[in-house]
């Protein structure tokens, strides 16, 4: 987590200044010096715990992405964060901090998108589109030294709307499972082969007035995509916004009603059209969230006004639960309400127990705290969607165990972190006495003997609440196209004989921006069961890195709409 720079000292006093120099308590100047401060920290989820980082440059309105090995790269922002690269590399030790690259941007990137790109060679590249007043996208790292250091795209320029403080800002970008990129700004969307540097389509514009992106503020996301149709059929979504002129209306004091509607549209194909549909209510400011389920949570946000400092006005308090597979004028529910309003600069990321935390919320240019209609916010919130209740952990899988499997073996990672291989590959990492097996493959069902020696039925038991996961604390890799094995505990029997194994990639999220989110249903070629509860499957990862980029995702096991624990896994070529 990060905020501005130029913000004013936060709560948490640094030793020492991010370019050098003792920060002391007791020194009027360094309290009132905003360096000796943090402005970024590492949460830790299990223990709710903070650890203050350093950040150098000022990455407000700034933009990122996750690389293939877990690294935040993190890109642009204000004044002397304008061109600046930073990397987060996650570590065990609590020693890893932020570092600021050597290379800097071609081009200014103060609310500008970010979008990791498919990798054939294990080289990340990420696109970088747009930023305010600035009509070009770059790439990180650049081509090559021979090549432009940026490139125009005339699309920005001619959605920009200069009177409303552009309306093209941070803009939406989907990666297609074709590799092309959908880009999509105010109301109009393309998609682009950045390849070639060339537009291979233009879409229709969305119907109704007003605009969908910042600082109208609406949000967007890409559906699941689906084994069933070879993830061929990309569809994305977008929501909210404000109405025409709200932006300067806002700035005169005049909140005017946002955007009511959705549209859906199947970006690939040749028949493009958008679908449209009415939320509840009108909403702005919004983060939009794919569930493990497939499902969309709408969270956060304002009924009226746009974005920017006090633009906004009466908060979006109850959560829509969007169900994309039912009929129109069904698939919005509305949850229940939060007594905390978030606002501009709010956010939302999904956790991988499947709560959702919530945090920020601040509409002022300071920390203000007092005397303002919509505080600074600094509570942390976690959202439970309703598959989190324990009533359901009857159904809900448990103790995964994730192996991968190579030339007929099994390769599983031992809590030591070292490679085990077994012959047979349907032995999982539990290995306990099998009674008959239910298989179920592609739809057919018929009974199997199939046991595996040692333990007792008395380890079974003890083992049933105990999470023996080989894969938390380095995950397997996966190769793009390849099987791998899964094993985990439920006790009951699978609700209409199935389960989904969902991977959903964690995004980088701003200003109702989820850059790189997306979720993939993978295909399950054999389900097996057996009468002491656990359950054996062998599931196939998605194809190339144009359907999912390389890196790490969240498995998801969903068993009658109710997710697990999510686990770690990385597909790589």
């Known amino acids: 987590m990060f905020d501005q720079t130029g913000s004013g000292p936060s709560a948490y006093l640094l030793r020492r200044r991010a370019r050098g120099g003792e920060c002391h308590p007791n020194h009027a100047n360094d309290i009132r010096d905003p360096s000796c401060f943090a402005h970024s920290v590492e949460y830790h989820i ?51 901090d932020w570092r600021l690259s050597k290379a800097r941007l071609a081009n200014d990137r103060w609310y500008a998108s970010n979008q990791l790109l498919p990798s054939f060679d294990n080289k990340d590249r990420v696109i970088v589109v747009g930023g305010k007043r600035v009509f070009s996208y770059e790439f990180v790292p650049r081509k090559s030294s021979h090549r432009a250091a940026y490139y125009t795209l005339p699309f920005l320029e001619h959605t920009y709307n200069r009177s409303e403080g552009g309306n093209n800002l941070y803009p939406f970008l989907h990666l297609s499972s074709d590799g092309h990129l959908f880009i999509f ?42 084994h069933h149709d070879g993830f ?3 569809e994305v979504m977008v929501c909210g916004g404000a109405a025409d002129g709200a932006y300067t209306a806002a700035r005169n004091g005049r909140f005017l009603e946002g955007l009511k509607t959705c549209g859906r549209m199947v970006i690939t194909g040749h028949k493009n059209k958008w679908d449209m549909e009415e939320m509840p209510h009108a909403r702005l400011l919004m983060d939009m969230v794919i569930l493990p389920t497939g499902q969309v949570l709408l969270i956060n946000g304002a009924q009226q006004g746009a974005g920017g400092w006090n633009n906004a006005d009466r908060p979006a308090r109850n959560p829509f639960l969007y169900r994309p597979r039912k009929p129109v004028g069904k698939r919005f529910l509305v949850l229940k309400e939060t007594n905390v309003a978030r606002m501009y600069h709010s956010s939302a990321i999904l956790l991988p127990d499947g709560r959702i935390l919530i945090g920020g919320s601040n509409p002022n240019e300071r920390y203000v705290y007092n005397n303002v209609r919509y505080p600074t916010e600094l509570k942390l919130q976690a959202f439970a969607p309703q598959y989190t209740d324990h009533r359901f952990h009857h159904v809900r899988p448990s103790n995964i165990s994730i192996q991968a499997i190579v030339n007929n073996h099994v390769v599983t990672r031992s809590s030591n972190n070292s490679l085990v291989k077994t012959t047979n590959n349907r032995v999982g990492a539990h290995h306990i006495i099998r009674g008959p097996r239910k298989i179920i493959n592609r739809g057919k069902e018929k009974n199997r003997s199939h046991h595996t020696s040692s333990s007792s039925t008395k380890n079974k038991n003890k083992n049933k609440n105990k999470n ?62 057996d009468d002491g509860g656990w359950v054996n499957a062998v599931v196939k990862a998605p194809p190339s890195p144009n359907v999912a980029p390389s890196g790490y995702y969240m498995l998801f096991l969903v068993n009658g709409g109710i997710p697990s624990t999510a686990q770690w896994i990385r597909f790589v070529n």
């Open 232 to 234: 061929q059929k990309v």
């Open 185 to 226: 700004a105010n109301r109009d969307s393309i998609l682009f082969n950045y390849r070639l540097d060339r537009v291979i389509k233009t879409y229709p514009r969305m119907p109704g007035g007003g605009s969908r992106s910042y600082p109208s503020s609406g949000s967007s996301v890409i559906l699941p995509l689906d």
């Open 468 to 529: 023996v996961n080989s894969n938390n604390n380095d995950p397997i890799i996966i190769k793009y196209g390849e099987e791998f094995e899964v094993t985990f505990w439920l006790g009951s029997k699978l609700i209409d004989n199935e389960v989904e194994f969902n991977a959903y990639a964690p995004p980088f999220t701003t200003h109702s921006i989820a850059m790189n989110q997306r979720l993939l249903k993978l295909k399950s070629t054999k389900v097996l069961e």
């Open 46 to 96: 299990a223990t709710n715990t903070l650890r203050p980082l350093k950040i150098e440059s000022d990455p407000f309105c700034s933009s990122g992405t996750f690389l293939s090995n877990g690294t935040l790269l993190q890109t642009g922002g204000y004044a002397n964060g304008y061109r600046k690269i930073r990397y987060y590399k996650p570590c065990d030790d609590n020693t890893c």
